[in-house]
């Protein structure tokens, strides 16, 4: 059997399997399949929607829309070069994070661990921190698009429901249904962003100017924070564990999760280029300005209103409600696995046992840290503790997520054949710089207030 042999050779003792139950058959290549083999017997294909449809809809939270918004308001097309970049540092990133996990069988948590104490330390850390802070964020996200839409019920109340509705969504850990709504939520974001964008009328020429990489001034930060800081940070990682839900679980799938990867950011893209569009078109060139942070939809909402038509600002909310739900339930989902395989990996439970899985304890117990602690920030401001800790860790996963992977896809525990290319190599070492730039400067504003600034 291909895979037992390349697992039980190239890992550590007590290396563990976590892609679920298998048979001797779907544990190696196609060849492998006989009598009995079930799934194996099938080719693996590719279906348009898949984990990394799944990965990318919920990097892409409202915070990253107006962002990008913002940027097109600010400097026209100029940074659209910046945001493809973005899109092939995001495919590098999150296929590395695939091929660990198919290539070797365990998942990224386990080969943070092989990494030494340190990366235990500062993911479970970094797991517990992130999750209070951005489930308040991320149901403030939900509250205020449904807001802009019933106005009758406070932001806050909106939120509460919303954290509520994904959590029983999400609760049995079911992954079809929960792949079949995020479906239904991406469908809505395409027709509502992107047809926004196509209603603006945009300048083919001017787009086909921004291809060219230049940085206007004052412009470095913003430029970074496009290329590197749309799509998502902690999710990316949750990738692997998607495939194992999914069934893509062996070196089989490779080819497979490469197409849904790159499709999945190609589409990403297009989301992001569409609030580009929308920020050049509608606010540059009418030199309008718009709020900072997710208010800023609700602003573009109303203009999108003035100029095309009233149904325009329940159109483009019901879009903005899409991305922000697409992200809660995600992140729900997804990073739940990530902290259920770190408790299970730090006590030591076997491969097989339930409180490690979808729907198991560990998942649970982290569902509802995600959800009710953080409403009490929906009424108090963030304590500045709480904040300074958060922009800190924040600020370095992207950099810890990127070396990481450097050490372990370039390491003895995978495959020589799936090991990263020297191209691969580079592309990493620039990402991680980029990140600790961005993180430094976002370390730099997290720890200003404690010392007045």
């Known amino acids: 059997m291909e895979k037992d042999n390349e697992v039980t050779s190239q890992g550590a003792p007590g290396d563990r ?70 899109v092939v540092v995001k495919i590098a990133l999150v296929e590395g994070a695939g091929r660990w996990t198919l290539a070797t069988g365990r998942t990224i948590f386990d080969g943070w661990k092989s990494l030494g104490l340190w990366a235990v330390v500062y993911f479970g850390i970094y797991v517990v921190v992130w999750g209070f802070s951005y489930g308040a964020a991320a149901m403030s996200g939900v509250g205020l698009a449904l807001n802009g839409l019933f106005p009758g019920v406070e932001v806050r109340y909106w939120a509460m429901l919303a954290g509520v509705a994904g959590l029983l969504l999400v609760w049995f850990g079911k992954y079809k249904p929960f792949e079949n709504v995020m479906a239904v939520l991406i469908g809505v974001m395409f027709v509502t962003v992107v047809g926004s964008a196509a209603l603006t009328t945009p ?68 989301f992001v280029i569409a609030m580009l569009i929308v920020g050049s078109e509608l606010l540059y060139s009418a030199g309008l300005a718009v709020a900072d942070g997710e208010q800023g939809l609700v602003d573009v909402a109303d203009v999108l209103a003035q100029r095309y038509g009233a149904f325009m600002a329940p159109l483009f909310l019901v879009g ?45 117990w982290y569902i509802l840290w995600l959800t009710f602690p953080p409403m009490a920030l929906l009424f108090l401001d963030k304590p500045i503790l709480l904040v300074v800790v958060y922009g800190a860790l924040g600020s370095l996963f992207m950099p810890f997520l990127a070396l990481t992977l450097l050490f372990l896809m370039n390491s003895r525990a995978v495959p020589q054949r ?21 993180g430094g400067n976002e370390l730099v504003k997290a720890v200003a207030p404690v010392f007045g600034g």
């Open 17 to 86: 399997l976590t892609a679920g139950p298998q048979t001797a058959a779907a544990a190696g290549g196609p060849g492998d399949a006989g009598p009995g083999g079930g799934e194996s017997l099938e080719k693996p294909r590719w279906r348009i929607i898949g984990p990394g449809l799944v990965v990318a809809a919920t990097g892409i939270g409202a915070g990253d829309l107006v962002a990008t918004m913002v940027a097109g308001s600010n400097y026209g097309y100029a940074l659209l070069w910046a945001v493809i970049l973005g």
């Open 203 to 270: 300048n083919l020429g001017e787009i086909v100017a921004g291809l060219v990489p230049i940085i206007p001034e004052g412009a470095v930060l913003n430029t970074l924070g496009l290329a590197g800081g749309v799509g998502g940070t902690i999710t990316l990682a949750a990738y692997g564990y998607w495939l194992t839900e999914k069934g893509w679980d062996t070196p089989r799938w490779m080819r497979v999760m490469r197409l849904d990867n790159a499709w999945a950011y190609l589409m990403s893209g297009v």
């Open 320 to 364: 903005f409600f899409a991305a922000t739900f697409s992200s809660v339930i995600g992140v729900w989902h997804g990073v739940s696995l990530m902290f259920a395989d770190f408790v299970a990996t730090m006590r030591n439970l076997p491969a097989d046992d339930r409180r490690r899985g979808a729907g198991g304890t560990y998942y649970r």
């Open 418 to 438: 799936w090991r990263n290319r020297w191209w691969v190599n580079v592309i990493l070492v620039l990402v991680a710089a980029m990140f600790l730039v961005l």
